[in-house]
């Protein structure tokens, strides 16, 4: 088995940066595909950003030029650094790894972007 935890989130003001971390243990290895999504109450989950094994990237537009997506692949890390974060932002990020069908999913973070 493995497992995800995701630390970081919080509340920010608008155009304010928060940097969001998750800690690969267990059964996940580099070969996994990781990312992060998010998801606000009454809506599907979405992919923010998400970086395969060989470090391609993939982010959703609404993101792009904001958020930046990093691995450590030693330390079995993930990043998101969010900066000029907007209202529309607040929402449980969730840290995912995926390789075939196998996926995991960290318990959640809660980013609230608010003046």
């Known amino acids: 088995q493995g497992q995800l935890v995701e630390s970081g989130g919080g509340l920010v003001q608008p155009g304010g940066s928060l940097r969001l971390s998750c800690a690969a243990s267990?059964?996940?290895?580099?070969?996994?595909?990781m990312g992060w999504y998010r998801q606000v109450p009454g809506k599907q989950r979405e992919l923010v950003a998400s970086?395969?094994?060989?470090?391609?990237?993939n982010c959703a537009d609404s993101v792009k030029g904001r958020f930046t997506i990093s691995r450590d692949y030693a330390k079995k890390t993930v990043d998101l650094q969010m900066n000029s974060l907007k209202p529309e932002d607040t929402a449980v990020y969730y840290c995912?790894?995926?390789?075939?069908?196998?996926?995991?999913w960290g318990q959640g973070t809660q980013v609230t972007v608010s003046s």
């Open positions: 995912n790894a995926k390789f075939w069908t196998v996926d995991y």
């Open positions: 267990g059964s996940i290895s580099s070969r996994y595909n």
């Open positions: 970086m395969t094994t060989n470090g391609n990237t």
